[in-house]
């Protein structure tokens, strides 16, 4: 399906409803196909638990399809089986998500399962234990992971531990080992309710049909209780020219994370970091870093960058994975390329080039009713218009080479950035400054 800019959703076409609940209902046809896609999030997050908790919102979120009030974990299971119906949810920093498919004449039942799982939830103990034993699985396993424990080293060094970006959303061996059902039946009766809920659908299914099943399964829901929306500080101190090791014993790869703190997906400057960032570590293959660290000096068996961009500061992030014995070549080959990139204009082929990559790739990610659900979702959370995507290539195209100078500049300096390295015998090459 090949999608015309003047066929990509915007107001016009959008159906968007606030309840007096504070939720937000939106919903765009679609009947190329015989599906819909539902989108959706609620703040609910890990940026509400606290450090001795950490891991329990997201324990929260994998343990919602165990049980309800009204279903039991197989009842819920087969419901959605029966009619080939896909649901889950998902935390993160500051919110749950959710989402799920089903043919257009099943939305109903998505929508009731859903509502049920997000409202009703209880926990059964054996199914917590369950996840929880996973969790720590996992845990376990990602300590001997060079490449987590590298970019783990870096965030904590990254952010203070009275911000809630310290810590992963998966927790820790010693604050999952604690959790229990009734921690988890506590949080979602503290946290979980309307105000803020996002509710997108997509597929082949009338707006107003969309709106009034949602509304339906939502719309009498209430939590007096639900706080509000928790933002994220800016960090009171961001890095710092910090250097973190770690050993991971029986490793023969080192992984490399060096991160900044950048720009919320609502900063002025955030369009000009994406394209800055791509032109460093993502576009063709793996943009500069990748054509100098990987191609040219052969140093890196990857190498890219990363912008966060969501509701808060989130880290920018340049990530590689070498041999030991070029680790310091590596590195210092990135902070030459991060400081080209802080002091030198972008010529006009590499923005040229990137603007077309951005404004090409987006049609494709409308190519589905899952891409569209997710970008008319993102229009929504970060209050983006309803007509972003209409405005998209206008917006991409306005961006000039001093606009990417200088979000380079506001977020890319030497002097801000925390090197984390995990893997075999780091004590032997630790970091010569005057190299860099």
């Known amino acids: 399906m090949t999608r015309s800019r003047k066929s990509v959703p915007r107001a016009s076409?959008?159906?968007r409803v606030e309840l007096d609940t504070g939720a937000t209902i939106l919903a765009y046809e679609n009947p190329a196909v015989q599906s819909v896609n539902l989108m959706g999030s609620l703040h609910a997050g890990s940026i509400y638990e606290s450090p001795a908790q950490n891991g329990l919102a997201s324990l929260v979120a994998g343990a919602l399809k165990t049980g309800t009030r009204t279903r039991d974990f197989d009842a819920i299971h087969r419901a959605l089986e029966d009619v080939g119906a896909d649901l889950g949810f998902r935390g993160h920093i500051h919110k749950l998500g959710f989402s799920g498919k089903s043919l257009a004449e099943d939305l109903g039942l998505l929508l009731d399962v859903a509502s049920d799982a997000l409202r009703n939830p209880v926990f059964p103990a054996?199914?917590?234990?369950?996840?929880?034993?996973?969790?720590l699985t996992w845990l376990q396993y990602s300590s001997f992971d060079t490449r987590y424990r590298a970019a783990k080293a870096m965030r904590e060094a990254l952010y203070p531990k009275s911000h809630p970006y310290h810590f992963g959303t998966y927790g820790s061996e010693e604050t999952v080992s604690a959790l229990r059902a009734d921690d988890l039946r506590a949080y979602h009766d503290a946290h979980f309710g309307p105000r803020g809920l996002i509710l997108v659908i997509v597929g082949a299914v009338t707006a107003s049909q969309a709106i009034e099943l949602a509304t339906s399964a939502f719309g009498d829901w209430r939590n007096p209780e639900q706080p509000e929306a928790r933002p994220a500080p800016q960090p009171e101190s961001s890095g710092g020219d910090e250097r973190q090791t770690v050993?991971?014993?029986?490793?023969?790869?080192?992984?490399?994370?060096?991160g900044v703190v950048g720009p919320a997906r609502a900063a002025d400057d955030y369009l000009a970091a994406q394209l800055a960032n791509s032109i460093l570590g993502e576009f063709g293959m793996m943009g500069r870093i990748g054509k100098s660290v990987r191609e040219e000096k052969g140093l890196a068996y990857y190498a890219y960058s990363r912008l966060g961009g969501g509701h808060g500061p989130d880290p920018w992030t340049?990530?590689?994975?070498?041999n030991p014995d070029n680790v310091e070549l590596a590195i210092a080959s990135i902070i030459e390329e991060t400081e080209r990139l802080?002091?030198?204009?972008v010529s006009d082929e590499d923005l040229a080039d990137n603007q077309s990559y951005f404004t090409g790739r987006m049609p494709l990610q409308l190519e589905s009713n899952e891409g569209i659900a997710s970008s008319l979702h993102s229009m929504e959370s970060f209050d983006l218009g309803l007509n972003y995507l209409a405005n998209y290539d206008d917006l991409i195209y306005g961006v000039t080479k001093q606009d990417l100078l200088r979000a380079a500049q506001a977020y890319l300096p030497r002097e801000r950035m925390v090197i984390a390295v995990a893997g075999p015998e780091l004590e032997k090459v630790e970091l010569d400054a005057e190299a860099l």
Not at 126 to 135: I, K, P
Not at 247 to 258: E, L, N, P, Y
Not at 318 to 322: E, L, P
């Open 13 to 15: 076409n959008i159906a």
């Open 247 to 258: 050993f991971v014993a029986g490793k023969t790869q080192s992984d490399i994370c060096m």
């Open 342 to 345: 802080t002091t030198d204009l």
């Open 126 to 135: 054996e199914h917590v234990d369950r996840l929880r034993g996973e969790r």
């Open 318 to 322: 340049i990530s590689a994975g070498v």
